[in-house]
């Protein structure tokens, strides 16, 4: 099942953390998803949930929102095809782990290789959307920095909101061939997505990452080696003289399939990058 290609983002992010835990450092707590008591209601809304029978105006494409045809199609595989145990089960197939630290619970999951001196965490146009991005596409980022509450609570127990706001980027977001290899993106990768936003009652919470840095993410220069991947479809683009002035760049690395969701439209480029990576960590 493709969606079990997104655990290497975890697996990446979190695997030296764990090096510190042997020593007990970290109050590590074994974790299982379960939230399977969630779905009979989940489902009760999802058929409940009304739909315009047709498109308010013809001709209209993604760049004003998510379709009626695809969120219908995603509305009604939700409840009738999409099989939230068998994404549940695949997910916990993987090690996983609870840490409180900063005051803050951290979900993780901790996969080792079987290879002893492998690199943690691996295994088996942009110029044109990115103005396009900022001039039709990023009403979402004004909502999300100065309103956050406001969508937070409208969509709180909404999945088809969740589903529209969520799944409407990810088909948009992504290299316009999602679907044909090495993509791995599909209705059940972008149902299963929005099933953790809504059965695990996050979605408010999302809402205010934004909010939380209104003015900008850290800007101090960054001594650490850093590696960059130009996915040619993303949403945004970033040349190398300017990435340059943000950090120690060791690896500009530029490739010509996928979108903003590297590890769902080019997961082989993705994890090549993260084990290019991996090269310059000293353990």
Not at 86 to 99: D, G, P, V
Not at 183 to 212: E, K, R
Not at 250 to 270: I, K, Q
């Amino acid at each position: 099942m493709a969606f079990s290609k997104l655990k290497i983002w975890l697996v990446a992010a979190t695997s030296f953390t764990v090096t510190f835990a042997a020593n007990n450092s970290f109050n590590l707590t074994p974790f299982t998803i379960d939230l399977s008591s969630e779905i009979p209601r989940l489902n009760v809304l999802m058929n409940n949930t009304c739909l315009p029978a047709t498109a308010l105006y013809s001709g209209v494409g993604p760049d004003k929102g998510i379709e009626l045809n695809l969120i219908a199609e995603l509305r009604n595989e939700w409840p009738e095809i999409f099989d939230w145990e068998t994404q549940q089960a695949e997910l916990n197939q993987f090690a996983q782990f609870t840490s409180v630290i900063e005051g803050q619970t951290v979900h993780f999951v901790h996969e080792k290789s079987k290879e002893a001196d492998a690199i943690t965490g691996c295994q088996n146009v942009t110029e044109q959307r990115g103005t396009a991005f900022d001039t039709i596409s990023n009403a979402y980022f004004m909502e999300q920095t100065t309103k956050p509450n406001d969508i937070g609570f409208a969509l709180y127990d909404s999945p088809v909101g969740q589903l529209a706001w969520i799944g409407g980027k990810m088909k948009l977001w992504s290299d316009p061939r999602a679907g044909t290899p090495p993509s791995v993106l599909n209705n059940t990768v972008i149902l299963t997505s929005v099933s953790l936003y809504y059965l695990t009652g996050s979605f408010l919470s999302s809402m205010w990452i934004y909010a939380s840095n209104p003015n900008g993410f850290h800007t101090v220069y960054l001594k650490v080696p850093m590696l960059f991947g130009q996915y040619e479809y993303n949403i945004g683009l970033w040349l190398q003289d300017y990435v340059t002035q943000v950090g120690n760049l060791v690896s500009y690395r530029v490739h010509n399939f996928g979108g903003n969701f590297a590890g769902l439209d080019n997961p082989p480029a993705l994890f090549d990058d993260i084990r290019e990576m991996g090269l310059y960590f000293k353990v």
